[in-house]
């Protein structure tokens, strides 16, 4: 059964330091894409970034990477140069190509706390 | 602002009651999906159309309806209350609905049964 695990309850960062959220997965399905999202404490979803399991480079925006490791079936979220305005719960998802369901399936999410 | 609209953003009824959430999704998306999040079940999968057809359905109550309609705005009656139903409900849409396809979220409605 597909499922997603992030197993780090709380993280805490500095401001400008980097911070590594984990995720990993698990399907049988050949297609699928992985994606990370954050809410803030004001509670809307934004979407963040997108690896999709044939791509051969790991996805990035801006201050954001995936660290895409199929073999692992790990996607962890590499956020850059931490701002105090990326503390946030963060979710990591999966959508399976088969099926013609767009559903996404989410891990129990990730809450950060950036420190100044 | 992810172009997602979802009235009204907060709603507080009482238990037996009806409700109707409001979604519209982005311009020249045709994929709307709901989702329900609480704090113990997380992120849940109710239910996705497409272009105004039901596409798949997750763990949505039969208390629970939804359509999407011709301009594809979409509409989520929840009957019936209960103290449980209370959570914060998502709507997202996308272009269409491959693997590729990022979701964007409007910003939720936040239902409190009392």
């Known amino acids: 059964a597909q499922k997603i695990t992030q197993t780090q309850p709380g993280m805490f960062v500095q401001e400008k330091e980097a911070v590594t959220l984990d995720c990993t997965y698990d399907?049988?399905?050949?297609?699928?894409?992985l994606f990370w999202y954050k809410q803030p404490s004001s509670g809307e979803m934004i979407f963040l970034i997108y690896?999709?399991?044939?791509?051969?480079q790991n996805a990035t925006e801006g201050r954001y990477s995936l660290n895409f490791q199929k073999a692992r079936k790990s996607a962890n979220l590499v956020i850059s140069a931490s701002q105090l305005g990326d503390s946030a719960m963060y979710f990591c998802?999966?959508?399976?190509?088969?099926?013609?369901?767009?559903?996404?399936?989410f891990g129990q999410g990730t809450t950060l706390q950036v420190k100044p | 602002d992810s172009g997602v609209t979802q009235t009204p953003k907060h709603l507080i009824t009482a238990t037996g009651q009806r409700v109707t959430l409001r979604c519209s999704p982005r311009?020249?998306?045709?994929?709307v999906y709901w989702y329900q999040q609480s704090l113990d079940q997380g992120l849940q999968f109710l239910i996705q159309?497409?272009?105004?057809?039901?596409?798949a359905k997750g763990n949505i109550l039969e208390r629970f309806s939804a359509q999407q309609f011709p301009d594809l705005h979409s509409e989520l009656n929840l009957s019936s209350l209960e103290l449980g139903d209370s959570a914060l409900y998502f709507c997202?849409?996308?272009?269409?609905?491959?693997?590729?396809?990022?979701?964007?979220f409007g910003d939720g409605t936040r239902l409190s049964i009392l």
């Open positions: 997202a849409s996308s272009h269409g609905d491959g693997a590729n396809q990022p979701q964007h």
């Open positions: 399907t049988s399905d050949p297609s699928y894409g």
């Open positions: 690896q999709g399991s044939y791509d051969q």
């Open positions: 998802a999966m959508r399976e190509g088969r099926g013609n369901t767009g559903k996404l399936i």
């Open positions: 311009s020249g998306d045709l994929s």
């Open positions: 159309y497409y272009n105004g057809e039901e596409r």
